[in-house]
């Protein structure tokens, strides 16, 4: 890097500004919700951990989706965090931001396929016990509660528009 050219954002962008803000703001965005998720899952966790049971399809639920969460909250903060320090005019800093993205990405993938792993052990159980006890899901009445995250990808596509129209 400290030998190339000082592009103002990594070189397989290729140029593309409008490229940069959707990476810039959607890894945010993605990085902030999984976030929230992962934290959200761990207080439940925490709450229920005497009497939730290893094998119980909500415990089994919570493992599986705070892996992904996890994982892809690893994955695309380390994204993130390249974009945003992204920086020609100190490479040695923007290289290490590289190498600790390298470093987490094994880490992320390793918390997704754990997550996929627990999804595919415990289908056979989770399919019996939902079909032997059905209960409709109602999803339209939460969906209020989706203005948080649609606000978190809106900032972060103002805070990406923002860094890529003064860099």
Same mark, same amino acid.
């Given at each position: 890097?400290?030998?190339?050219?000082?592009?103002?954002?990594?070189?397989?962008f290729?140029?593309?500004?409008?490229?940069?803000?959707?990476?810039?703001?959607?890894?945010?965005?993605?990085? /902030?919700?999984?976030?929230?998720?992962?934290?959200?899952?761990?207080?439940?966790?925490?709450?229920?951990?005497?009497?939730?049971?290893?094998?119980?399809?909500?415990?089994?639920?919570?493992?599986?989706?705070? *892996?992904?969460? /996890?994982?892809?909250?690893?994955?695309?903060?380390?994204?993130?965090?390249?974009?945003?320090?992204?920086?020609?005019?100190?490479?040695?800093? $923007?290289?290490?931001?590289?190498?600790?993205?390298?470093?987490?990405?094994? /880490?992320?993938?390793? *918390?997704?396929? $754990?997550?996929?792993?627990?999804a595919?052990?415990?289908?056979?159980?989770?399919?019996?016990?939902?079909r032997?006890?059905?209960?409709?899901?109602?999803?339209?009445?939460?969906?209020?509660?989706?203005?948080?995250?649609?606000?978190?990808?809106?900032?972060?596509?103002?805070?990406?528009?923002? /860094?890529?129209? $003064?860099?």
């Open positions: 890097m400290a030998s190339g050219p000082a592009t103002v954002a990594p070189p397989s290729d140029g593309q500004g409008w490229l940069v803000v959707v990476n810039l703001a959607m890894m945010t965005a993605a990085f /902030v919700l999984a976030l929230m998720m992962a934290v959200d899952l761990v207080r439940h966790i925490w709450r229920r951990w005497r009497c939730d049971r290893p094998s119980h399809p909500v415990t089994v639920w919570r493992a599986m989706v705070l *892996c992904f969460a /996890v994982g892809i909250g690893l994955r695309s903060g380390g994204a993130a965090i390249v974009l945003w320090g992204w920086n020609p005019l100190r490479p040695d800093d $923007t290289g290490a931001l590289l190498l600790l993205q390298r470093m987490i990405d094994p /880490v992320a993938v390793a *918390c997704g396929l $754990t997550g996929l792993a627990i595919h052990l415990s289908a056979p159980g989770v399919v019996y016990q939902l032997r006890k059905p209960h409709p899901l109602d999803f339209w009445t939460k969906l209020p509660l989706l203005w948080r995250p649609a606000a978190i990808v809106g900032l972060s596509v103002a805070a990406a528009i923002g /860094v890529v129209a $003064t860099r």
